[in-house]
């Protein structure tokens, strides 16, 4: 007969079964349970079951939605959750019989008011109310929140820790910071990451963590619970609590050091974004969102690259006429200049051409010798043409006040 082997065994027990009866006396008594729905007021008295069927269509307004239901009276009240899910008077595995207990740890307290927070997209939630006093009466409300903002924020956070997970994994002062806090609020999952070395196993490990990783987050959920209470009660050892294993944490996490290798930074880079992906997974009400924001984040590099090429291929195809550019003063004075003289010397040029009709060109001027000598290489300005254009256009010419002393707005000169 063959037998898995030893490092099998503890994953195959999640799906022996763990009871022979099925859920169908649970669903039975589900079905004779009153239906509850938004802005429903009821009053009533005595033991009654109430469920919350899930909506079938989803309205992408209410993504990040909550329904609460409040349930108060005089008396002290209990709740008792009957759905197949939460019933665990008949698990058909070992892994039901967790998900139950874990469930009964969590369920709400007895109290004269109790609110019960229900995804409205995610599954259908059933439950008894039980007064102590079979005779008393209560009151079962029922409202919306449009947004809760629990949900959003848990929502933005997995989304920023997803992006930013390499370069935290590459930070020690993330490393320092989140090592302390993870000693001080689970310490045995910080103890046993310390000896995983002395672990042989892996299944072992992982065994001991899974149970060390419930064992911690409940004891910080009752912690949360009598927070205030053991606050004004034992706040000198509480303080004594946190500083001194929070400084243990901190001796602990620098004497290993952050992680320098490269493999040791892309597992804890993938272990932050396996935890963002949580985060983003619980910050939703409605999965099919949630599952489409995963897979989109998931894609970025690709969708990241796909949009980078279709940019340069957009740019490559795209037509850019010449940009036309202002002059500066001294760029319109210096260009002026250069391109005067350039013009000059080419007329210049042309004339000193046998081609040229000199005969023709000088019976046609007044000032024949003047052309002469510009051919010839002399300036095609005379002295006294200069200092007429200096007297008119120079500094302190009367041009230049003109200008600058015109009354008009418009700048033109009086006609």
């Known amino acids: 007969m063959w037998w898995p082997p030893p490092g099998l065994w503890w994953p195959l027990l999640w799906l022996l079964p763990a009871g022979a009866v099925r859920g169908e006396d649970a669903a039975l008594s589900a079905s004779r349970c009153k239906d509850l729905k ?9 033991s009654d079951c109430y469920c919350y069927n899930q909506d079938s269509q989803i309205h992408w307004t209410y993504v990040w939605s909550t329904l609460q239901v409040n349930i108060t009276s005089p008396v002290l009240l209990s709740i008792v959750y009957i759905t197949e899910r939460h019933n665990c008077q008949y698990p058909e595995t070992i892994l039901s019989v967790i998900k139950c207990i874990i469930h009964n740890l969590w369920a709400p307290r007895d109290s004269n008011k109790i609110t019960i927070t229900i995804s409205p997209y995610k599954e259908t939630v059933c439950f008894t109310v039980k007064p102590i006093k079979k005779t008393s009466g209560y009151t079962i409300s029922v409202n919306r929140n449009i947004v809760d903002f ?9 989304i920023v820790l997803y992006f930013y997970a390499k370069t935290l994994s590459q930070s020690p002062i993330f490393y320092y910071s989140s090592g302390t806090v993870l000693g001080v609020v689970m310490t045995s999952v910080f103890v046993l ?40 009660r034992n706040r000198i050892y509480v303080l004594g609590y946190v500083v001194v294993v929070g400084f243990l944490s901190f001796a602990a996490c620098y004497k290993n ?18 935890l963002s992906l949580v985060l983003i997974y619980a910050g939703v009400a409605a999965p ?25 291929v957009k740019q490559w195809f795209a037509w850019k006429g010449p940009v036309a550019r202002h002059l500066t003063e001294d760029e319109y ?20 051409q046998p081609s040229f009709p ?32 200096e007297a008119q256009y120079g500094l302190g010419g009367a041009f230049l006040e003109e200008q600058l002393f015109n009354p008009h707005p418009d700048g033109l000169p009086a006609s």
């Open 150 to 158: 629990k949900l959003f924020l848990v929502f933005v956070a997995g």
């Open 257 to 274: 050091g952050p992680p320098v290798d490269a493999r040791s930074r892309a597992l804890l880079t993938w272990t932050l974004r396996l």
């Open 358 to 389: 000199t005969w023709l060109t000088i019976s046609r001027l007044q000032d024949p010798k003047k052309f002469a000598d510009f051919v010839l290489g002399s300036s095609h300005l005379s002295p006294k043409e200069v200092s007429l254009h």
């Open 38 to 46: 938004e802005m429903d007021l009821i009053k009533t008295a005595g």
């Open 288 to 312: 099919p969102f949630a599952c489409a924001a995963m897979l989109l984040l998931l894609c970025s590099p690709s969708l990241r690259c796909t949009l980078k090429t279709l940019r340069r």
């Open 193 to 232: 990451l310390l000896v995983k070395r002395y672990i042989p196993k892996y299944s072992t490990f992982w065994a001991l963590m899974v149970g060390c990783w419930f064992a911690s987050v409940y004891g910080v959920y009752q912690l949360m619970e009598e927070l205030e209470w053991l606050w004004y």
């Open 333 to 352: 004075r210096e260009q002026a200049e250069v391109e005067t003289a350039r013009g000059l010397e080419d007329l210049r040029q042309a004339c000193r």
